[in-house]
């Protein structure tokens, strides 16, 4: 049995965000399931939308990165603080929706949208103003199964907790990603069969089984004081 290569977490650089993206257009562009239910960026077609929105949170000091003994990157958590509840200001992401003329991109903004207003955080948290999201999540092909979303995962929750946040959002398409989000102590607020998320009486998107909800999930990594 061929021996395991070591990896390494450390925080994500503006030195690494070309290798970065690289890893996320041939992984998450592609596997994510509302990505590939919508045919998001077949045959390399770019998507400037998709591309602000990974990489709108690189360098917030919350991301981060894996990488082998050669410092090629072979994992990445993009992750991002967001307002628990969105400013109504006309950036929202309705009103992103609304306006955006990629049509793929705009049924995901719709899901997106409609997690919001399902989940409705505000509520649930409402001693919390805050909450950084885990936006991107992506490993190369050769390297999974070995643990690092597990390590990015704890690498970012530590940091999150240094700069005195309480909350961690993680959002699932994928049901691998809902069971893991479970694994690690994450609660679901939200849940939607994506056949039932609906506009002019049709599904919105639905991805191929057996990623048929779509959830929100919630870790509080201290109590309120």
Known sequence: ??????????????????AVMALVKRTFYIDEPLNSAVGMCLDSEPCPELDSYCTSSLYEGFSFKATDDDGNVVGAMINGVCPLK?????NDLLSQAQRCTNPKFQKILYILARRETGAKLWEKF????????????ATDPNWRRRGIMNALLEETEK?????????????????YSAMSAEHYGYTCYYRALYKD???DGQPLVVPAPPH??????VKELYPLE
């Open 1 to 18: 049995m061929a021996e395991k290569k070591p990896y390494y977490i450390s925080p994500l650089t503006k030195e690494d965000g070309e």
């Open 86 to 90: 969105e400013e109504d200001d006309g």
């Open 126 to 137: 409402p001693a919390d103003q805050k909450v950084v999201e885990v936006k991107v999540a």
């Open 159 to 175: 940091a999150i907790k240094e700069q005195g946040i309480r909350l961690i959002r993680l959002d699932t398409s994928s049901a």
């Open 197 to 199: 998320i609906k506009m």
């Open 212 to 217: 048929l909800e779509d959830r929100v999930y």
